[in-house]
């Protein structure tokens, strides 16, 4: 059996955790007269999700005997239902694949599964969107008063996630790309050039300059006359708008924490750190102290979880994910 034929040739985009920039991001693409984001769904969480749909073919292909000669069908099973996945986000904007011409922009805030994009979507155009993991986390806490270390740990985690992906992937024809937030924001048409180039769009064809007009969508700080919480409606961008600052007012201890947790992977997406070179051992004293304090409360927090009814284990992890997302 051959691989599925390639069907509408949909945009993903991966942000690195949420507070990453994906809205912002996916609003520029949909500028461009040749793609759509009209969907219901604004952040369709399939790739994060897709260790369910892998395990399915893996326990499916293993009833399957050597004798059948189907060696490499577990690859092709895997596409299959991925074309089923970009049916369902074609359907989501009134259409079917023949009927569709411009490109579905779709999003998810999270790159968990990230190694398994590919093997549902071997095909598609993957954009992967990281932030300086510094505005990422104090974002998340002025947005939804997640915690400094809990984010932070997060930030590591997805993270390593992207660089070891880009390691393994790298050498393959497979296609993605990695931008920095900061990047656009600083350079918005020379990244989306980019951007267009790598995906084959037509840089002639888009508004630059609605681009750089572009509303303000889920700022943690920029939220509009009245409004006290985060919200996602469009705000018209001042000239004061600066999402780059969200960290300048951290001291030492943040710092010290962050470099601790997640120093090494800033520095691996060119980012700058900022570092203070006395009193080392104070500090590597004290970090120590909070990696225990961490592992010991994780561990209590663990097995008390394991305890509970699941009616309240299913309660209490809506209301962590409200917390981060």
């Keep these: 059996?051959?691989?599925?034929?390639?069907?509408?040739?949909?945009?993903?985009?991966?942000?690195?955790?949420?507070?990453?920039?994906?809205?912002?991001l996916k609003g520029l693409l949909c500028l461009h007269p040749d793609c759509d984001a009209s969907a219901p769904i604004p952040e369709d969480h399939l790739v994060h999700c897709a260790d369910l749909l892998v395990k399915y073919v893996n326990s499916v292909s293993w009833h399957w005997r050597p004798s059948w000669g189907a060696e490499g069908q577990k690859d092709v099973l895997c596409q299959y239902l991925g074309n089923g996945l970009v049916s369902f986000l074609t359907s989501q904007i009134g259409g079917d694949e023949t009927q569709v011409k411009r490109r579905i922009v779709t999003k998810t805030?999270?790159?968990?599964?990230?190694?398994?994009?590919?093997?549902?979507?071997?095909?598609?155009?993957?954009?992967i969107l990281v932030r300086d993991g510094r505005a990422v986390v104090e974002s998340s806490v002025k947005s939804f008063?997640?915690?400094?270390?809990?984010?932070?740990?997060?930030?590591?985690?997805?993270?390593?996630?992207v660089l070891r992906f880009d390691q393994a992937t790298q050498s393959s024809d497979f296609k993605y790309l990695i931008v920095r937030y900061e990047d656009l924001w600083n350079n918005?048409?020379?990244?989306?050039?980019?951007?267009?180039?790598?995906?084959?769009?037509?840089?002639?064809?888009?508004?630059?300059?609605a681009a750089a007009n572009l509303p303000v969508r889920g700022s943690s700080e920029f939220r509009g006359l009245g409004e006290e919480a985060v919200h996602w409606k469009p705000v018209e961008k001042t000239p004061d708008f600066n999402p780059l600052l969200r960290w300048s007012h951290w001291g030492r201890a943040l710092h010290e924490r962050f470099h601790w947790i997640a120093g090494q992977y800033l520095v691996e997406f060119g980012y700058e750190e900022k570092q203070c070179s006395a009193n080392r051992l104070l500090w590597l004293v004290w970090n120590?102290?909070?990696?225990?304090?961490?592992?010991?409360?994780?561990?209590?927090?663990?097995?008390?979880?394991?305890?509970?009814?699941?009616?309240?284990?299913?309660r209490i992890k809506r209301l962590f994910k409200k917390r981060i997302v």
Excluded at 189 to 208: H, P, Q, S, V, W
Excluded at 291 to 313: A, G, H, N, S, Y
């Design 145 to 161: 008063g997640s915690n400094y270390e809990t984010m932070m740990r997060h930030w590591a985690d997805a993270a390593h996630t």
């Design 109 to 127: 805030p999270s790159v968990r599964n990230l190694g398994y994009f590919f093997r549902l979507f071997p095909r598609a155009h993957l954009l």
């Design 1 to 24: 059996m051959s691989s599925p034929a390639s069907l509408a040739d949909p945009i993903f985009i991966l942000g690195i955790l949420p507070r990453s920039g994906t809205n912002f």
């Design 188 to 209: 918005l048409e020379g990244e989306l050039r980019k951007i267009f180039a790598f995906l084959g769009l037509n840089a002639e064809t888009y508004d630059f300059d």
């Design 288 to 314: 120590t102290v909070l990696d225990i304090r961490w592992r010991v409360r994780d561990t209590v927090q663990r097995r008390i979880f394991e305890k509970l009814p699941v009616r309240i284990k299913v």
